[in-house]
């Protein structure tokens, strides 16, 4: 059985600033295909940059870059692997290309190539730099069949690996697992997607990929919080009137980070809106459910709660040490005129 125009799309995302300022890149914006896009909206869609065809190690295929308003980028490269490719071929290649060992260096270089042209968007840009990667397979369809139900073992993909699975795997495969008619096919793995559309639409892959940066977003502010609240202890060894300072300044700097997250956290949210479209609407749902972003941000949720917490605390102990402050002020005051009045 012959797969229609199969491709392989890897894609590699990297947090780069706190935030983007797409509005200086005057670039087009991301744009899903399917009917009813109002039903689809993005808030602020992300910069879309064609950066051209691109070969390495004799593969080649189109590089593409988007750019997310919270500071994250995404570089995919699409591979296309002919009109017709038998089934068992497209597996191998499938399950081979991504694990090629040359792509991180590959994807690293071609960040470092963009970069000089976002410096003005970047706004604090990142040192330490997360990242994410995932893989998309997409083809037009198998030859002979319907699209919403192939008569081929679609688990080694899922999977990543070939195996003799047991029916607990393929069950759990099952859940993933989304048509929206008999033409195609979107399925789900952990960092790997297969979609089969007649129609040759990605939006599926563009869903999964913004799944994907506000993972990485999210990870990047849990580990700012935990890095906050790992600092707080020793502002606090600082006991009296001497910490007063110290405190003063960890309070405004707990005040502002605590605003800038839950500005972002507040962005990302209504970033994108999903309305009368059910069929997307499952397919966020469950790749939010899949890649862990609910832990991940129930995590987020806990650390700002306990940086609100601390704040209060902190806000506390500076009011303590303020009227210590005033009360030593006033015995100094009565100690003065006492001596004054004694000599």
């Known amino acids: 059985m012959n797969v229609l125009s199969p491709h392989i799309a890897l894609y590699r995302l990297f947090d780069l600033a706190d935030e983007i300022d797409l509005a200086r890149l005057g670039t087009p914006r991301l744009r899903l295909s399917r009917p009813r896009l109002g039903a689809v909206r993005f ?3 992300p910069a879309q940059l064609e950066l051209g065809v691109r070969s390495v190690e004799g593969v080649s295929g189109l590089l ?3 750019l997310y308003e919270f500071g994250v ?3 995919s490269f699409r591979v296309h692997l002919g009109e017709r490719l038998p089934w068992e071929a497209f597996v191998e290649k499938a399950l081979a290309m991504p694990e090629l060992p040359f792509w991180e260096g590959f994807f690293m270089a071609e960040l470092a190539a963009l970069e000089p042209y976002l410096q003005g968007a970047l706004l604090r840009p990142e040192e330490k730099r997360l ?10 369809g198998l030859e002979g069949a319907k699209a919403h139900a192939p008569p081929v073992d679609l688990t080694p993909l899922w999977m990543g690996t070939r195996e003799e699975f047991a029916p607990e795997v393929r069950r759990e495969m099952e859940r993933y697992r989304y048509s929206y ?3 195609d096919l979107a399925l789900l ?5 297969l979609i089969l559309d007649s129609e040759g639409i990605w939006d599926v892959a563009d869903l999964v990929e913004f799944v994907h940066a506000q993972l990485l977003e999210l990870s990047y502010y849990d580990r700012v919080l935990t890095e906050e609240l790992e600092r707080v202890p020793q502002v606090l060894r600082v006991r009296g009137l001497w910490g007063y300072g110290r405190l003063q300044r960890l309070r405004r700097h707990l005040m502002a980070r605590h605003a800038e997250i839950a500005d972002v956290k507040a962005r990302m949210e209504g970033a994108l809106r999903i309305t009368e479209d059910l069929f997307y609407a499952k397919i966020y749902r469950a790749a939010l459910e899949l890649y862990g972003a609910h832990e991940l941000e129930r995590s987020v949720e806990e650390k700002l709660r306990a940086l609100e917490a601390t704040y209060e605390m ?6 303590h040490l303020r009227s210590q402050a005033v009360e030593v002020g006033i015995l100094a005051l009565i100690a003065f005129e006492v001596v004054r009045a004694l000599l």
């Open 43 to 45: 808030q602020n869609p």
């Open 64 to 66: 593409t870059a988007r």
């Open 73 to 75: 980028a995404s570089l």
């Open 131 to 140: 990242s994410e990667e995932f893989v998309v397979y997409h083809a037009l």
């Open 181 to 183: 008619s008999t033409e």
């Open 189 to 193: 793995g952990f960092d790997r997607v």
């Open 314 to 319: 902190v806000t506390e102990e500076v009011a």
